[in-house]
Nanobody
Framework: VQLQASGGGWVQAGGSLSLSCAAS????????VGWFRQVPGKEREFVAA????????YYADSVRGRFAIRRDYAKNTVVLQMNGLKPEDTAVYYC??????????????????WGQGTQVTVSS
């Protein structure tokens, strides 16, 4: 399954962006889909994840209440809706699939299939 992340861009602080992670050549069935972000010189950071089959969602404390992750069955896509964006949200955002257990859902090593990144820039 190939993952295609899209929807990044530039926005002023307080604005919103919607990122999409589309699967081609297969489906997300049986997998969790995670969003991570990375800035130069830092480790990849967990943002949010969703279990495709059960719909359970998980969020980093830094984005809880501002970001929302959801499934779009019709489009075979996972959407990360980002509201109330802050300059510190600036990063390259990646989506990934894996089968993490609950204790590892926030761990990048639990995800084995990664899409290319999409840049999100939030200006102050």
């Amino acid at each position: 399954v190939q993952l295609q992340a899209s929807g990044g861009g530039w926005v002023q602080a307080g604005g919103s962006l919607s990122l999409s992670c589309a699967a081609s050549g297969g489906t997300f069935s049986g997998y969790s889909v995670g969003w991570f972000r990375q800035v130069p010189g830092k480790e990849r950071e967990f943002v949010a994840a969703i279990r495709w089959s059960g719909g359970n969602t998980y969020y980093a404390d830094s984005v809880r209440g501002r970001f929302a992750i959801r499934r779009d069955y019709a489009k075979n896509t996972v959407v990360l809706q980002m509201n109330g964006l802050k300059p510190e949200d600036t990063a390259v955002y990646y989506c990934a699939t894996g089968r993490p257990i609950m204790s590892t859902v926030h761990t990048s090593s639990a995800y084995g299939n990664w899409g290319q990144g999409t840049q999100v820039t939030v200006s102050s």
